[in-house]
C-alpha cells in the first residue's frame, strides 16, 4: 500500500508560482507514473501532468510551457512547480501514483490552489 501526501497549496495572485509536492510512503515510488490532477468545482478532474519512472513529462495544452513535473526517487517525492499561475488554474491539486496507461493506483488528498486576485 502507498500513501501519497501533497503539500504546497495556498493563495497565490496570478502570475505567481507554487510548488507543490507529493511525499510518498509504504512503497517505493520508483517504478510507477506519477500524475498531477487538478479539480475545479463544478469540472471534471483532469490529468495536468506526468512522468515517467525514466523522466519523460507529457503536459496539456492549457500549462504547458508553465507547469513542470519532476520527481526524485530517491526521496520518493514528485514535485509540481507552477509559474505564471492564472485564476483558471484555481483547483484543488491531487497527485497519483499509476501506469502510463492511464490507470490509477493510488491517489493523495489534494491540496488547494486559489487565486487571490
Known amino acids: 500500500q502507498v500513501q501519497l501526501v501533497e503539500s504546497g497549496g495556498g493563495l497565490v495572485q496570478a502570475g505567481g508560482s507554487l510548488r507543490l509536492s507529493c511525499a510518498a510512503s509504504?512503497?517505493?515510488?520508483?517504478?510507477?507514473?506519477m500524475g498531477w490532477f487538478r479539480q475545479a468545482p463544478g469540472k471534471e478532474r483532469e490529468l495536468v501532468a506526468g512522468?515517467?519512472?525514466?523522466?519523460?513529462?507529457n503536459y496539456p495544452d492549457s500549462v504547458k510551457g508553465r507547469f513542470t513535473i519532476s520527481r526524485d526517487n530517491a526521496k520518493n517525492t514528485a514535485y509540481l512547480q507552477m509559474n505564471s499561475l492564472k485564476p483558471e488554474d484555481t483547483a484543488v491539486y491531487y497527485c497519483?501514483?499509476?501506469?502510463?496507461?492511464?490507470?490509477?493506483?493510488?491517489w493523495g488528498q489534494g491540496t488547494q490552489v486559489t487565486d487571490s486576485s
Open positions: 509504504g512503497r517505493t515510488l520508483s517504478n510507477y507514473y
Open positions: 497519483a501514483a499509476g501506469t502510463v496507461t492511464n490507470t490509477w493506483f493510488y
Open positions: 512522468i515517467s519512472s525514466g523522466g519523460s513529462t
